[in-house]
């Protein structure tokens, strides 16, 4: 064995100790979660000008961040949501359109975010347009396009690519759009079954609520001793909050962040119900007993429930729901 002189086994050892040191301190300050924004867009060539959607995405499924700075070229004065001062929900999304000149070879978004923790991010995306964007010698019309949302409401795009200002009717209510310009305009869910716009002489569209895909959602499950739910949000929504009221006990809160299940469970008996409260709605569950419980004589250990252990689901079938928001017509400029 090569024993080495204690001249360099000393400096060797402090050198070790050292570089331990800065690893666990490297370690400790890594912080626990992403603090990233990201931008990305997307162009189409409508009636001779591009129309660029763009998308700002956090990373941070815990906090909200606020927006130091979002700048773009060509300018957006009428950006409204993806703007300096707006807030992005912690693992939401924001959605921005602009309206560029079919003459313009390219569009960018430069972004700048804070969290309250102080961390920082920044990105910038850019979009070169593909060939000419021309009208093809057919007028520039107005249109209006429509979205759903998870709260039961939906979002009217009203578009003006014309060189007059025009007045949209949305649901018997009057929204004006400048010249070039476009609006946002929000139906409440108790409106929103059946959505009409007009305008002109002869323009119309018509939509209404279709059912979203990724949805928050509540789940319900009943065994012999339990009423349990599990609530699942889905990637690119913000922090879902729902409240679980019963008929006897505390009430219990969940917040589940995108991309997240949280489940709550209670102890039940004839009788028991839960008020479920999500988007300002609520249901309740009332728990009923499944039929392959058995009850057997208390001898010691609760046996008569771990008899009938397998869980079977509320009512003959998963409870599933989904919350409608009731608001009135909000306006933003898209």
Not at 286 to 308: F, M, R, S
């Amino acid at each position: 064995m090569i024993r080495l002189p204690r001249a360099v086994r000393r400096p060797l050892a402090v050198a070790a100790a050292a570089f331990v040191g800065l690893a666990a301190a490297l370690a400790i300050s890594t912080p626990a979660s992403a603090h990233t924004v990201t931008v990305k867009g997307e162009a189409d060539c409508v009636s001779g000008k591009w129309v660029v959607t763009w998308t700002a995405t956090s990373s941070n499924t815990d906090l909200t961040g606020t927006f130091d700075k979002a700048e773009y070229l060509p300018a957006n004065p009428d950006a409204e949501h993806i703007r300096e001062g707006a807030e992005l929900p912690a693992g939401g999304q924001l959605t921005e359109t602009q309206v560029v000149a079919g003459s313009e070879g390219s569009a960018s978004l430069s972004v700048h975010m804070t969290w309250p923790n102080n961390h920082e991010s920044a990105d910038k995306a850019s979009i070169t347009f593909e060939g000419k964007c021309k009208d093809e010698g057919q007028p520039a019309a107005p249109s209006a396009s429509f979205a759903s949302n998870c709260d039961g409401s939906v979002d009217v795009n009203l578009q003006n690519p014309t060189d007059a200002d025009v007045t949209f009717t949305v649901n018997g209510e009057d929204v004006d759009v400048a010249a070039g310009g476009s609006r946002v305009v929000t139906v409440g869910a108790d409106e929103a079954e059946t959505v009409t716009v007009t305008w002109g002489k002869d323009g119309s569209a018509k939509g209404g609520f279709e059912q979203p895909d990724n949805c928050p959602t509540i789940s319900g499950l009943s065994d012999c001793d339990t009423l349990s739910f599990e609530v699942e949000n889905f990637p690119g929504n913000p922090v879902f909050v729902a409240t679980f009221t019963p008929s006897t006990g505390e009430a219990k809160t969940l917040e589940v962040a995108a991309g997240e299940k949280k489940s709550v469970s209670f102890a039940a008996s004839e009788g028991f119900s839960v008020k479920v409260t999500g988007f300002d709605k609520t249901e309740v569950v009332t728990w009923e007993q499944p039929d392959d419980c058995v009850a057997l004589p208390k001898t010691g250990a609760n046996t008569g429930a771990i008899a009938g252990g397998g869980a079977a689901l509320l009512a003959g079938g998963g409870i599933l729901f989904f919350f409608v928001r009731r608001r009135r017509i909000r306006f933003t400029a898209a």
